[in-house]
């Protein structure tokens, strides 16, 4: 359960629901998981905030773990190839000091993958953005390929910003639809309490001055959506 000492990102109800509640028992069953956001819904901010905080939401369960949340903003450059080099370097930090030319990172990242499993971890990669990205099917194959190493040790977070019904008329994922399909989780827009509580967040992180009538407002206008809620609030805040 969430611990009163982290800062949380919801209220802990609600993190206890999404995290602890509806993703933590498909991982404990070594399946996949595909979650779901409407676009500017929190996503990153969200899963970062699971990625550092994971063990306060009981997913100490699967033993020892890593967290690997991959934002394909930071893509060292746009490409299948730069892609799987931002998971190596994720996994291991200390080797984008190390590096020094061009390499296959696939086969290096499958390399430092069995060295974490011989290890006894377990690996949870959250794949942010998953719908942004538009590489070959042999990037998806590949991605799926990465679940045989360990089907038990080995998990997907597959974060999407649309609806996934569109998923099976795109061939592009290849073998990977099997695990997009395994299981769904859907992270609605805040609640009153939930929304009353990153609205408070938000105050205190930019230092804003904002009325009670006018918190109402902000709360009102957003209708629960976070990238609104912020919105709102500096629209407020500014005149």
């Not at 009163?4 to 991982?27: A, S």
């Not at 998981?33 to 990153?44: D, E, K």
């Given at each position: ?5 982290i800062?949380?990102?919801?209220t ?15 991982l ?9 956001w ?15 905080n ?12 890593k967290?690997?949340?991959l ?13 799987f ?9 200390d ?26 971890y377990h ?22 390929s ?23 008329n ?10 997009l399909?395994?299981?769904f989780?859907y ?10 509580f990153t ?8 230092n804003?001055?904002i009325?009670?009538?006018?918190k109402?407002?902000?709360q009102?206008?957003s209708?629960g ?12 805040d500014?005149?």
């Amino acid at each position: 359960m969430a611990s009163d000492k982290i800062d949380h990102i919801l209220t802990p109800e609600t993190e206890k629901h999404l995290f602890t509640d509806q993703i933590l028992p498909f991982l404990v069953r070594g399946e996949a998981v595909t979650a779901v956001w409407l676009p500017h819904g929190g996503q990153r901010t969200q899963m970062a905030y699971l990625t550092k905080n994971f063990s306060s939401f009981g997913f100490d369960k699967l033993g020892k773990c890593k967290f690997i949340y991959l934002n394909p903003y930071e893509l060292p450059e746009e490409s299948s190839e730069g892609y799987f080099q931002l998971m190596l370097y994720q996994l291991d930090p200390d080797y984008k000091e190390k590096q020094n030319h061009h390499q296959n990172y696939y086969f290096i990242l499958l390399n430092k993958i069995k060295k974490k499993l011989d290890q006894g971890y377990h690996l949870v990669f959250i794949l942010g953005d998953f719908n942004k990205l538009n590489f070959s099917t042999t990037f998806f194959n590949n991605l799926q390929s990465l679940k045989t190493l360990d089907k038990v040790k080995i998990h997907f977070i597959f974060a999407f910003t649309q609806s996934t019904t569109s998923l099976p008329n795109n061939p592009k994922y290849g073998q990977l639809l099997t695990l997009l399909f395994q299981n769904f989780v859907y992270f609605p827009l805040l609640g009153e309490e939930d929304a009353s509580f990153t609205l408070e967040r938000l105050i205190r992180k930019y230092n804003h001055e904002i009325w009670a009538e006018e918190k109402k407002l902000i709360q009102n206008l957003s209708g629960g959506h976070p990238s609104l809620l912020k919105a709102c609030m500096r629209i407020i805040d500014n005149h």
